[in-house]
């Protein structure tokens, strides 16, 4: 089945703690996004890869971090610089950054 | 700056009427629209894709139209069901960021 896979659903982080959320695809799609979303709000951009080895900022990247060292795999860490990491990640992927978006079941990050 | 406003909000249908829900972006210049469907604390499911050259696409009882110079789309269902019920977001892409920016989507609710 292809499709793209988020884990955990569900992430509690301490005050201070880095976390990383995983976002596998089998689409052999090119782009990859990372989105938050918060009650009320759009989603928002976190960052984007259009290509392995290479990823870009999106509009609210302070406190993120991500890497790109295989197609299928396209992992974000929130990082203790994150000051409200308290939302619903959702990552995306495209054949191109043109094409249509697919979305994963999303991460429910909640700091205790 | 890309925005995005869908109208209405929320909205409550009685099963088998006809519907409409209204999407209106600020910048003419995009690449594509797309209508997703999200069900509560799931992803999003992409569910029409409409091209910045085409006016409008069609699947099964959806469809979307896109007017690009007066910056507006229109997600149309058809003879609603309860399983309908979700809500709706529409994004666009807009060419120099190459990323997808998001209205704050309308929630439906069809009821029996």
């Known amino acids: 089945d292809g499709g793209i896979t988020q884990s955990p659903k569900y992430l509690f982080r301490k005050e201070g703690q880095n976390v990383t959320l995983s976002c596998e695809q089998n689409?052999?799609?090119?782009?990859m996004y990372w989105y938050r979303q918060d009650p009320g709000q759009g989603l928002r951009l976190i960052y984007y890869?259009?290509?392995?080895?290479?990823?870009q900022k999106g509009d609210i990247a302070e406190g993120y971090s991500v890497s790109r060292e295989k197609k299928e795999s396209f992992p974000l860490t929130v990082t203790s610089a994150q000051k409200n990491p308290t939302a619903f990640y959702l990552c995306a992927s495209s054949v191109t950054e043109s094409s249509e978006a697919f979305f994963g079941q999303g991460t429910r990050l909640t700091v205790v | 700056k890309q925005e995005v406003t869908q109208i209405p909000a929320a909205l409550s249908v009685p099963e088998g009427e006809n519907l409409v829900l209204n999407c209106s972006f600020t910048?003419?210049?995009?690449?594509?629209l797309q209508w997703f469907r999200q069900d509560p604390g799931k992803g999003l499911t992409s569910l029409l894709l409409i091209q910045s050259s085409q006016r409008e696409q069609t699947s099964g009882r959806l469809n979307a139209s896109l007017d690009k110079s007066s910056g507006r789309s229109t997600l149309y269902i058809a003879a609603s069901q309860p399983g309908d019920s979700a809500t709706y977001l529409c994004a666009v892409l807009t060419g120099t960021a190459s990323k997808l920016t998001f209205g704050t989507g309308t929630r439906l609710q069809v009821t029996l």
């Open positions: 910048d003419s210049a995009i690449y594509n």
């Open positions: 890869s259009q290509i392995v080895n290479d990823f």
């Open positions: 689409l052999n799609h090119d782009a």
